[in-house]
C-alpha cells in the first residue's frame, strides 16, 4: 500500500507562488506595459487628450529658468530701490516700513504650527496687536523726537506727545493681560512659545528697523552706505569664494569659506573708500532732515503760511528775510538739501613725515575727511560681524527645517533672506553715529520742549520778551515788534 504524501502542494495552473490568481492581479498582469491592451488604452488617452504628455524639465532648464527670475527681480529691486531714494526720504522710509512688516509676518510663519492649535483663538491677532503696538511707540518716539515744533504747539497732538511712552506702555499691558486671560488648558506650552517668538520678532526686526529709520533722518549717506556695504560683502564674498576659497568657515553655512570672508573684507574696504568720496561730495546725502524751522518747510500750504506771516511783518523787519531749501520730506536729489556739513566730511589737513625724498613728488600734506577713517570701522563691521545675522537667520531655518523664510521675491525667497545681515548692519550704524560723528546742539524743537516744560506761561513770556529785546539789539526786528509784544502779551 502507497504511502500518503505529506507537506506536498500541487501549484495550480496559472497560480503565482501557488496562490490562486485574483481578479485584480489578472487585470493588473494584463495591462503591464507593452502589453496591448496597455498600448490601446494608452493610445485612447493620448488621442482623447489631443497631445502627447510633456517630458519633465532637465535640471539644466531648472538653473536656467531660476537664473533669469532671480535677475529680473533683481534689476527690478534696485531700479525700485534708486527711484524711491532719489525720489525723497518718505519714499525709503516707507519701504523700510514694508520691509520690517513683511519680515516680522515671515519669521512669525516660519514656526510649524500644529493643524489642531492653529484654531486657538486670539493667537495670531495678539501677534500682529504687539506689532502695531511696538510700532506706535517707536514711530511715536521719530515724529516727536524730530517734529516737537509741531506736536507741542498743536491742542490735539500735545497730550499724545506729552504722554506718548505712558500710552504706549498701557497699550502693551492691555496685550499682555488678553494673552493670559487667552491661555487654554493643554496648550500652555504651546501659547508661552508664540509668546516669547512674537517678542524675539520685534526685537530683532521691528526695534532694528527703528534705528535704520532714525539713519534715514539724520542723512541719507548713513542708511544707503551700510546698505551698500553689506550688499559689496555679499559679492565679494562669493567672487573670492568661487576663486580660492578652501577651507570651511562655519558649519552653518557649508559653502562660505575663510579664504571668501578674508577676501571680502579687503574688497569692502576699498569699495568703502570710493563710496564715500563720491557721496560725500552731495548734501542730498550729508544733510539731516531739518525740520526744526517752521519756516523751512516745503508743502504749499506751509509756504503760502510762511508768505503771510511775512507780509504781516514786513514793515516790521529791518533785514529781508530769506526762505532756505527744502529740509523736509519733500526734497528730492533735485531739489536738494542744504547745511552745514557735518565736521566729519571736511577735509583736514595731515603732515606726512619730512624724512621723505622730494624727488618721489609725494605732497608733505594730504587733507583726509575724517569720514574716510570711520569707514575703515563700518566696512570691517559689515565684513566680520553683520554676516552672523545671517547664518542667525541659516540657523533659524535650519531649526525648522526651511529652506527659506518666504516667496515674497521671486527666486529669492523671502524679505527676510535679503535683510537678514542689513538689520544688524543698520543698528551698528545708528550707534556708532550717535556715539562719534553726531553733533549735538540746541534745536528750536528742543528748545520750545524745555520751555514747555519746565517754565510757567509768565516765565516764558518773560522768556518771550528777552528774545524780542535781544533780536531789537541785533537789528533782526524793528522796535515796534517788541513794542507790539509788549502790548499784547500779560504781565
Known amino acids: 500500500m502507497a504511502k500518503t504524501r505529506r507537506n506536498v ?10 496562490k490562486r490568481p485574483s481578479i485584480s492581479d489578472i487585470s493588473e498582469g494584463s495591462s503591464e506595459s507593452g502589453s496591448p491592451t496597455r498600448t490601446r488604452a494608452n493610445g485612447k488617452a493620448d488621442v482623447g487628450n489631443g497631445k502627447m504628455k510633456a517630458p519633465p524639465p532637465s535640471e539644466y532648464e531648472k538653473k536656467r529658468q531660476t537664473f533669469i527670475t532671480r535677475t529680473i527681480t533683481t534689476l527690478i529691486m534696485i531700479a525700485g ?4 531714494m532719489f525720489s525723497g526720504h518718505i519714499y525709503v522710509i516707507a519701504i523700510v516700513t514694508a520691509i520690517q512688516i513683511v519680515s516680522f509676518k515671515e519669521v512669525i510663519a516660519i514656526a510649524n504650527v500644529p493643524s489642531r492649535e492653529k484654531n486657538l483663538p486670539f493667537t495670531r491677532a495678539l501677534n500682529w496687536y504687539f506689532l502695531g503696538t511696538t ?3 517707536l514711530y ?6 524730530y517734529f516737537k515744533h509741531i506736536v507741542l504747539v498743536d491742542k490735539v497732538l500735545l497730550p499724545f506727545a506729552t504722554h506718548h511712552r505712558f500710552i504706549s506702555f498701557m497699550l502693551y499691558v492691555i496685550g499682555f493681560v488678553f494673552f493670559v486671560a487667552s491661555l487654554q488648558k493643554g496648550h500652555y506650552r504651546f501659547q508661552f512659545t508664540q509668546f516669547a517668538w512674537t517678542h524675539m520678532a520685534l526685537y530683532l526686526i521691528v526695534v532694528q528697523a527703528h534705528f535704520i529709520m532714525n539713519n534715514i533722518f539724520e542723512g541719507m549717506i548713513w542708511f544707503f552706505m551700510p546698505a551698500c556695504l553689506v550688499i559689496t560683502n555679499d559679492i565679494w564674498a562669493y ?3 568661487i576663486a580660492f ?5 562655519i558649519k552653518l553655512s557649508p559653502k562660505k569659506t575663510v579664504e571668501g570672508f578674508v577676501g571680502a573684507w579687503i574688497a569692502t574696504i576699498f569699495f568703502g573708500f570710493i563710496l564715500v568720496n563720491v557721496l560725500a561730495r552731495y548734501k542730498y546725502f550729508i544733510c539731516p532732515v531739518n525740520v526744526s524751522n517752521p519756516f523751512q518747510a516745503v508743502t504749499r500750504r506751509s509756504l503760502k503760511s510762511f508768505l503771510l506771516v511775512s507780509h504781516t511783518f514786513s514793515k516790521y523787519a529791518t533785514s529781508p528775510t530769506k526762505l532756505t531749501p527744502a529740509q523736509d520730506f519733500g526734497a528730492n536729489i533735485i531739489s536738494g538739501l542744504s547745511c552745514i556739513p557735518n565736521p566729519v566730511f571736511i577735509p583736514h589737513p595731515y603732515n606726512l613725515p619730512t624724512w621723505i625724498p622730494s624727488w618721489t613728488h609725494i605732497p608733505h600734506t594730504l587733507h583726509i575727511a575724517p569720514i574716510q577713517f570711520h569707514i575703515l570701522v563700518f566696512a570691517t563691521f559689515a565684513s566680520l560681524i553683520a554676516p552672523f545675522g545671517g ?4 540657523g533659524l531655518k535650519r531649526t525648522f527645517n526651511v529652506k527659506d523664510f518666504g516667496e515674497s521675491i521671486p527666486g529669492h525667497g523671502g524679505i527676510t533672506d535679503r535683510m537678514d545681515c542689513q538689520f544688524i548692519m543698520g543698528f551698528f550704524a545708528f550707534m556708532y553715529y550717535q556715539s562719534f560723528i553726531a553733533v549735538y546742539k540746541a534745536s528750536v524743537g528742543s528748545v520750545m520742549e524745555t520751555a514747555m516744560r519746565g517754565l510757567t506761561d509768565e516765565e516764558m513770556v518773560e522768556v518771550v520778551k528777552g528774545l524780542g529785546k535781544h533780536l531789537v539789539n541785533q537789528g533782526v526786528v524793528g522796535v515796534e515788534v517788541l513794542a507790539c509784544l509788549k502790548e499784547h502779551m500779560r504781565r
Open 239 to 241: 567672487i573670492c569664494g
Open 245 to 249: 576659497g578652501r577651507t570651511q568657515l
Open 81 to 84: 530701490f534708486f527711484a524711491a
Open 9 to 18: 502542494k500541487f501549484q495550480h495552473r496559472g497560480s503565482i507562488d501557488g
Open 391 to 394: 547664518f542667525f537667520a541659516s
Open 135 to 137: 510700532m506706535y511707540f
Open 140 to 145: 511715536g518716539e521719530n515724529v516727536i523726537y
